[in-house]
C-alpha cells in the first residue's frame, strides 16, 4: 500500500515572507515564556499558601494568573477544561438535586484549578507555540534551500536575490507583522 501525503507542506514566496513569519513566531513565543513565569510565581505563591498559617496569601497567589493568561494565554484551554470538569460533575450522579450540586461543586474546583493553576493552562500554551516556532523556522529554512538549489546554475540570479538576505534573520523589530 502506497503511502499519500494529506496536507501538503507550506513554503514561503519570498525571504522577506519567512523572516517576518519567523520574527512573528518567536515574538509570540517569548510572550508565552513570560507569561509562563507569572504562571510559576502564581503557583509558588500558592504553595507559600498552603504551607503557611495565613490565609491572606490565597488572594496574592491568585493574583499573578491574571496576568500569565493575558500575557501567555491558554485562557481557552482553561475554559475548556473548567467546562469538562463541570459536565463530569453534572453527570457522575444522574439524580436531580444531586447533580446539580455537583455539578457546582465542579465548577468551584474547575475554578480554582484555572485562578490558582494557570500553570497548567499558560504551559500547554507555551509548548504549543514553541512547536509552531520550531515547524515555522523548518519551513523557512526548507524554503530559503529549495530557493538557493534552483540558483545555482545561474549566478547572476543568485546575486540578486542574496541582496534580500541580510545577517537580522532572526532580530526583533517593532511590528513583526510589517
Known amino acids: 500500500m502506497k503511502k499519500v501525503k494529506l496536507i501538503e507542506e507550506a513554503v514561503f514566496e519570498s525571504v522577506e515572507t519567512a523572516q517576518r513569519e519567523v520574527k512573528f513566531a518567536k515574538v ?5 515564556l513570560i507569561g509562563t513565569a507569572f504562571a510559576v510565581l502564581s503557583t509558588i505563591l500558592l504553595l507559600i499558601a498552603l504551607f503557611g498559617q ?3 496569601y490565597y488572594v496574592f497567589a491568585a493574583l499573578p494568573a491574571i496576568p500569565a493568561y493575558l500575557i501567555g494565554g491558554g485562557i ?3 475554559v475548556k477544561a473548567a467546562w469538562k470538569i463541570t459536565k463530569i460533575g453534572w453527570f457522575l450522579i444522574p439524580v436531580f438535586p444531586a447533580d446539580v450540586l455537583l455539578a457546582i ?4 474546583l474547575s475554578l480554582f484549578v484555572f485562578f490558582y493553576l494557570p500553570i497548567i493552562f499558560v504551559g500547554l500554551n507555551y509548548v504549543d507555540h514553541k512547536r509552531a516556532f ?6 523557512a529554512f526548507k524554503s530559503l534551500n529549495d530557493t538557493f538549489e534552483g540558483l545555482n546554475d545561474s549566478p547572476d540570479g543568485l546575486n540578486d536575490s542574496l541582496e534580500g538576505l541580510n545577517d537580522s534573520f532572526f532580530t526583533n523589530s517593532k511590528n513583526p507583522r510589517e
Open 28 to 32: 509570540n513565543m517569548i510572550r508565552t
Open 54 to 56: 495565613d490565609s491572606q
Open 76 to 78: 481557552g484551554k482553561a
Open 105 to 108: 461543586a465542579f465548577f468551584f
Open 134 to 139: 520550531v515547524q515555522i523556522v523548518n519551513i
